[in-house]
């Protein structure tokens, strides 16, 4: 019998979002029944990081060589390191039937996207649509310029948003983390999923 | 500012699935923030039920009027009596912003299919999938006949199905219950439902 592919789950948004607060709550959560993906630097360890629990720390040679090798499902370099995801853990997982979340930058998911195309795509946006409303049809009291900020902000957030198939409103840590969950378990009750689950039992697979 | 329209959420499946046991737990959770439709029959009252709690109970001359005005958002009639969903209650509430449940027949859901194709459609499989499996890898009791049903089943609950955004399996009614409550509440988090609410708070409506 064929084991059904478990499902790679990307969690992205913009900096300082608090994509690292909700992917630690999730998985501090009792019943988390997915895999978290571990992350590659080259930056140093800072204190108190483990390597193989917050990232795995490697050179910038042994970092490039993976590149080259085609190791990596995505990766980036910011200030002068590099951030990546290395492939062979996330294939492992998803071909043992298990779903794999990953929480990283909006650039390494728009390579995903591209690479594998029918992963999930989550964006943990800042509570800015309600803050907007707030500001726009509130009591009147902000000037022109903190509101044409806040559409400016909107904008660019509406732009980014446009690759993801979901989008999460980080407004509490414990509503986003409702809200991951409740998608994670939707997605596994669409119906192509359950058709091939039939289709490959009818089958006798 | 425009009020963002309701989803409609359709609850279907076999008879004898136990859709009307599901959309029962459903209500009687304290946190459900969706309207119940109530349907009109023309078939007389059970004992207990009541008009306007369990159905809407009208004379055949009476539902043969709202079906020529256009009143029914679907209709269908089964042994000799029609049963269908008032169009008028539906269309307030999804305007009001509410979500509108249904709990129907698949005669039904599939008129609502062609009418409304942005309605959220979830079909409620007896747990078959499993019980497949059980006895198709188990323990070689099962006699060809018996085996033959249960693919004939599948076969036939596989097309049904094909209609449908999501299925759920009524493996228990709570596990039911919970994966329909995260189907609706991860629909709110699709992107193009937030993009479109993004877009008019821009446009300042």
Request: charged share 30%.
């Amino acid at each position: 019998m064929i084991k059904e592919r478990g499902l790679l789950i990307v969690l992205s948004g913009p900096s300082g979002v608090g994509k690292g607060t909700v992917r630690k709550e999730l998985f501090s959560q009792p019943n988390t029944n997915y895999e978290y993906s571990i992350s590659m630097t080259t930056r140093n360890p800072r204190e108190g990081e483990v390597d193989g629990v917050d990232y795995f720390f490697k050179t910038r040679e042994e970092f490039e060589t993976l590149i080259e090798q085609g190791g990596l499902l995505e990766h980036a370099e910011f200030v002068g390191n590099y951030y990546g995801t290395p492939l062979a853990y996330v294939n492992e997982t998803l071909d043992a039937g298990r779903d794999v979340f990953l929480e990283i930058e909006v650039q390494g998911a728009a390579q995903i996207r591209k690479k594998a195309p029918d992963a999930l795509f989550i964006f943990l946006a800042p509570p800015s649509l309600t803050e907007l409303k707030d500001r726009l049809v509130g009591r009147g009291t902000e000037t022109a310029d903190v509101i044409a900020k806040r559409i400016a902000t909107a904008s660019e957030e509406l732009e980014m948003m446009s690759l993801y198939d979901y989008v999460v409103e980080n407004d509490e840590v414990t509503n986003a983390c409702d809200r991951i969950n409740a998608i994670i378990k939707a997605e596994h009750c669409r119906r192509e999923r359950v058709e091939k689950r039939y289709l490959s039992m009818l089958r006798g697979e």
